[in-house]
């Protein structure tokens, strides 16, 4: 089946300093990877979207300078939080399309990684 | 611009009684519609999804939806809910754009299942 895994599940950071995560695609091919950050106690806003040989579409609020987005492959793809603060805290979440099994808008999503900034 | 409405923000119901869970939506198109949960410190699980034909459509758990145009709403709904099935329940559209990933989101609605 398909399957998404993100990693770390969690990460502490002091303010100010840079977080990673990751998120791989088993089964399937990620042709396109929509990154979320669910923030506390509110629903989840889409960061940006980004599909392999394409740019990468970031939304209104959200910068490819404060959240730069790597997509190398049909099956990885990275986000790096830079210069986190305490707006920044949350969970992101993955969510990977199968161009070829999906109807538009189908995502297989990861567990995903939350962030904890002190 | 589309949007995703679900106007109960906390629903407590019964262990064996039915259930139902709101979702209004905007979407000047034909809408492709998804249910989501959350459990606690998880991700999201797809429960069901709707892009056309029937209006009902049957998800995992014994969970179902109805797609209304007329109405513009994708309500939950279960027939005996257990314990175990409380969480946030996210309702969603998909909007437009050429890979059709961009999701929005309802502001979700919390389950509690009173034993």
């Known amino acids: 089946g398909a399957l998404v895994y993100q990693y770390p599940r969690r990460t502490i950071c002091k303010s100010g300093t840079s977080m990673r995560m990751e998120c791989q695609a088993v089964g399937f091919q990620a042709t396109s990877v929509a990154w979320y950050r669910q923030s506390p106690q509110k629903t989840f806003e889409l960061i940006a979207l980004s599909t392999v040989n394409s740019a990468i579409k970031y939304e209104q609020n959200f910068t490819q300078e404060k959240f730069p987005i790597s997509h190398p492959n049909l099956s990885f793809s990275s986000m790096t939080v830079l210069n986190a603060y305490l707006e920044d805290r949350g969970l992101y979440l993955c969510?990977?399309?199968?161009?070829?099994?999906?109807?538009?808008?189908?995502?297989?999503f990861g567990e995903g990684s939350k962030l904890t900034v002190l | 611009a589309q949007s995703v409405t679900q106007p109960d923000a906390r629903v407590t119901v019964s262990e064996g009684a039915s259930l139902q869970l709101r979702c209004k939506y905007s979407?000047?198109?034909?809408?492709?519609l998804f249910w989501y949960v959350q459990y606690p410190r998880q991700g999201l699980q797809m429960l069901l999804k709707y892009y056309s034909g029937d209006p009902v459509v049957q998800g995992v758990n014994g969970f179902e939806a109805e797609f209304s145009k007329s109405d513009s709403s994708f309500h939950l709904r279960k027939a005996s809910v257990h314990w175990s099935d409380s969480a946030v329940y996210f309702c969603a559209v998909s909007a437009g754009g050429g890979s059709g990933n961009k999701l929005i989101f309802g502001t979700g609605t919390l389950l509690s299942v009173k034993p």
């Open positions: 979407y000047s198109a034909t809408p492709y």
């Open positions: 969510g990977a399309r199968d161009w070829l099994g999906g109807r538009p808008g189908q995502l297989y």
